[in-house]
């Protein structure tokens, strides 16, 4: 089975300041790892996604991560947020052997100015 | 325009009506899901399809049915609605499965009094 926990319910962080959205994943077999963002009254958008190679990968929004196999994580960060970034942050897993993804019950990150 | 439409936007219906909510898209992706978002519980996966007449259960499928007779549409149907069932639901459509990622709709949010 597969679990993705994302410690943090709710983290604030002012304007300019580096950020990091925390994500830790259960699972039996090796796993394709997203970030996804929600702004209010929308779906979800990608972030980034990492499937194999490179452990660090970028993506949309000066926004990166970095899996970690030993630790089995996929820390979201930023090094200098935005107001526009206010939003909920959510981090899913895919079993290589499945089709189904599972997520986290989401960061909700507030820019305060 | 392509991409996935989902309606209605809002809906709100009684105790133990049958609501239907639809899904289209435009992508021709294989793969289809339905997902509701509650607070504290990040998205739960309530049925997924891999093609036209292939669905399986995800995580809560009790008492929502499911049909996929074109690949472009996947509705989701309360047979009687429950006020558990008051939530954000959310289409999603996958390309490939696991190691593509979601593409999601606005959602409906449907309140069941």
């Known amino acids: 089975a597969q679990s993705v926990t994302q410690l943090d319910s709710q983290v604030p962080v002012f304007e300019e300041a580096p950020v990091e959205l925390r994500c830790n994943y259960s699972s039996s077999v090796s796993v394709y790892l997203f970030w996804y963002v929600q702004y209010p009254n929308q779906g979800l958008q990608l972030l980034l996604k990492?499937?194999?190679?490179?452990?660090l990968v970028k993506g949309i929004n000066g926004f990166e991560a970095e899996f970690n196999k030993s630790q089995t994580s996929f820390h979201l960060r930023k090094p200098s947020v935005h107001i526009s970034d206010t939003a909920e942050y959510f981090c899913a897993v895919s079993p290589n052997t499945g089709n189904q993804f599972y997520f986290g019950t989401g960061t909700s990150l507030t820019v305060i100015p | 325009d392509a991409g996935i439409t989902q309606s209605p936007r809002y809906k709100i219906t009684e105790t133990g009506r049958q609501v239907t909510l639809m899904c289209h898209q435009t992508?021709?992706?294989?793969?289809m899901f339905w997902y509701r978002q509650d607070l504290g519980h990040g998205l739960r996966l309530i049925y997924y399809s891999a093609a036209a007449d292939i669905t399986d259960k995800g995580e809560v499928p009790d008492g929502y049915v499911v049909s996929r007779s074109k690949t472009e549409n996947f509705p989701l149907t309360l047979e009687s609605a429950t006020r558990s069932q008051t939530s954000v639901y959310f289409c999603a459509s996958s390309e490939k499965g696991a190691a593509s990622p979601l593409h999601f709709g606005n959602g409906t949010r449907l309140t069941v009094t």
């Open positions: 992508w021709s992706h294989s793969y």
């Open positions: 990492y499937l194999s190679g490179s452990t």
